[in-house]
């Protein structure tokens, strides 16, 4: 099998082909978030995390299926290789047609795995038979108002987050009553630090000088990808992890003709997911990923081919400049390209106030937007000759 692309629109959280913009505002501050005493009375009633369906691979749907919703251990998975235990946050039972809803009975377990300081990291997965097993990966922001649990998209902290979708394919259904599986993550591999594109700008005249910044704290999402061997080119979609940069970064300035994509290095790992079933004597499930497990940093700028139609453009005076910040994200569906494994995963960093866009003009010139004007939801942005 040829080098795999992997996908993940994070917006839809279903694995689809996407190269559209999406709106984006600043990096999140888990304000409110609490643990002990004070995290068992904030009420989680009527909240649901993910919803989806369990299939097996023929795409019929699995009856009284076990589902679980579990916490992603990234911190010790960045530096050790022991396996790290995955904390249970909600379970559910496939009903008819194979559907299931998670909702955590508890706010304490993602109000603690919050104290990070960015979203919490989440999977649904689910164990089915003959070692199979199926799991989708997304992330959310935790935190309280007004005694009750408040869960948001990473790129719209403070709006009410819909249910992660994830369509899960077993082999086979499980053999055993549902039940909750303990389950725990390790790196087999280090894949170290790869190029990632995390940021892009155009300008097609001279006149125009572009600057891309990249903050400490700044999120961005990449792929994950799932294989049930782990060998090279045998990885599929399994949804996508937020990581955030721990450093800030200034991409030196460029006159245009500019055609920037902007890189910086994440760190990058074979992971082996173990799942034990809750009865004993069957064997556990297996399966390998290849996912982030941390930032890297670095700077460098590589070339795109042509810059995208623009048309919704505004006029800037010689000596004005503009700054885009806390509006537009973009998914590169090939953001980084990982070779040992012949995978590549998407990338996707939304301008924020930790991450910005400069451009400066000593010419009169227009700032043209793909999807909308520069001071709205411009898409991708292109600075063009005055007309």
Not at 166 to 185: E, G, I, M
């Amino acid at each position: 099998m040829a080098g795999a692309v992997i996908t993940a629109a994070v917006v839809a959280f279903t694995a689809v082909d996407t190269a559209a913009w999406v709106p984006a505002l600043s990096v999140p501050v888990l304000t409110g978030a609490q643990t002990g005493p004070a995290a068992t009375a904030v009420r989680v009633a009527g909240l649901a995390l993910a919803r989806g369906r369990v299939v097996t691979m023929a795409g019929q749907p699995v009856a009284g299926q076990e589902v679980e919703l579990l916490t992603w251990p990234a911190e010790a998975l960045a530096d050790s290789r022991r396996p790290a235990r995955q904390q249970i946050i909600a379970t559910a039972e496939t009903g008819a047609g194979g559907r299931f809803r998670l909702a955590p009975r508890k706010a304490a377990p993602l109000l603690e795995a919050a104290l990070g300081g960015g979203p919490v990291n989440l999977e649904v997965v689910s164990v089915g038979g003959g070692g199979g097993l199926a799991s989708f990966s997304f992330s959310r922001v935790v935190r309280t108002a007004g005694g009750r649990l408040q869960v948001s998209p990473d790129r719209h902290p403070g709006r009410e987050a819909a249910p992660a979708w994830a369509q899960l394919r077993v082999r086979a259904a499980a053999p055993w009553p549902a039940a909750a599986s303990a389950c725990t993550v390790q790196v087999t591999a280090r894949y170290g630090p790869h190029w990632t594109t995390v940021g892009q700008a155009f300008a097609n005249v001279r006149g125009a000088q572009v600057q891309f910044s990249y903050g400490r704290g700044q999120l961005t999402e990449l792929g994950v990808a799932s294989s049930a061997y782990g060998r090279p080119g045998t990885y599929s979609p399994a949804g996508s992890l937020t990581v955030a940069a721990t450093a800030a970064q200034r991409f030196p300035a460029r006159a245009g003709p500019v055609r920037a994509l902007y890189q910086t290095r994440f760190r990058f790992a074979q992971l082996e997911q173990t799942c034990t079933p809750p009865e004993d004597g069957l064997a556990p499930a297996h399966r390998f990923l290849a996912a982030a497990t941390g930032f890297a940093g670095g700077a460098r700028i590589a070339a795109t081919p042509k810059p995208p139609l623009a048309l919704f453009c505004v006029p800037f005076s010689a000596g004005s400049a503009y700054t885009l910040f806390g509006t537009t994200a973009v998914s590169w569906t090939a953001g980084v390209t990982i070779r040992p494994a012949r995978v590549s995963l998407t990338a996707q960093t939304g301008y924020s106030h930790s991450a910005s866009v400069t451009f400066r003009f000593s010419r009169a010139l227009r700032l043209c937007g793909t999807a909308g004007l520069p001071g709205s939801h411009p898409g991708e942005l292109v600075a063009r000759a005055a007309g």
